[in-house]
């Protein structure tokens, strides 16, 4: 597709386990994101790549939280040992070669529920 | 502590009225987006404003960045249905420069517009 794919739409998932959430960003794009969106509050930012760069991870918010992009291209974003308080929405977005003020496009995002 | 306070929280009118949504901060902000979000989608941007006192048109929607570059509104003209959804705002913080990685947003407006 031409937009920003993440997998999978919905997890439910137990608390204690670890979960994996896929993020396909749009092909190109050198940039990548990682934002999380509770319910009534804003996007929370997680992570940041770009190209070849160190990551961006001052907004991960414990050791249990942790990403990597492999080959410049696909996302992971792994949570160990989930707790209640990581449901949410978990949005991942892209943006093109480094631009001033460039669009960032977002996927549709991995609604987490952990029980 | 959030760095963009946006208001109302909630709005809802019938087709055909006028509104405005606020975004203030005491920080200063070298750009301010504003995007909008409908159920089960990522949030997609609208319009990205640069320059103090900058306004910008987009059919019915006008968005003002303030002079001193630290808040934002955004007017819709004659309101539609199809205006239904979560208007957020999002600020890239001077200090980052146009690292737009470190986007910060606000909790959003839910607008309702009844026919």
């Known amino acids: 597709g031409a937009g920003v794919s993440q997998s999978p739409s919905n997890k439910v998932t137990e608390k204690g386990k670890d979960v994996e959430l896929r993020c396909d960003p749009i092909s190109g794009h050198t940039a990548l994101y990682w934002y999380r969106q509770s319910l009534g509050q804003g996007l929370e930012f997680l992570i940041y790549?770009?190209?070849?760069?160190?990551?961006?991870k001052s907004g991960l918010p414990s050791d249990r939280f942790s990403a990597e992009r492999t080959g410049g291209s696909v996302s992971t974003l792994t949570i160990q040992r989930t707790q209640q308080e990581d449901s949410a929405v978990y949005l991942c977005a892209s943006s093109p070669p480094a631009a001033t003020n460039e669009k960032l496009f977002f996927g549709s995002g991995t609604q987490l529920s952990v029980l | 502590t959030q760095l963009l306070e946006q208001s109302p929280q909630f709005l809802s009118i019938q087709e055909g009225e006028n509104l405005t949504v606020y975004c203030n901060s005491s920080?200063?902000?070298?750009?301010l987006q504003w995007y909008r979000q409908e159920p089960g989608e990522g949030p997609v941007l609208l319009v990205t404003?640069?320059?103090?006192?900058e306004v910008k048109k987009l059919k019915r929607l006008t968005f003002q960045f303030g002079d001193a570059r630290k808040d934002s509104s955004l007017h819709i003209t004659a309101a539609q249905t199809g205006d239904t959804g979560l208007y957020l705002c999002?600020?890239?913080?001077?200090?980052?420069?146009?690292?737009?990685?470190?986007?910060?947003f606000g909790r959003g407006t839910q607008l309702t517009v009844w026919p």
């Open positions: 790549f770009q190209g070849n760069s160190a990551p961006d």
């Open positions: 920080s200063v902000f070298s750009s």
């Open positions: 404003v640069v320059t103090g006192g």
């Open positions: 999002a600020g890239a913080h001077p200090d980052r420069g146009s690292t737009l990685g470190r986007l910060y």
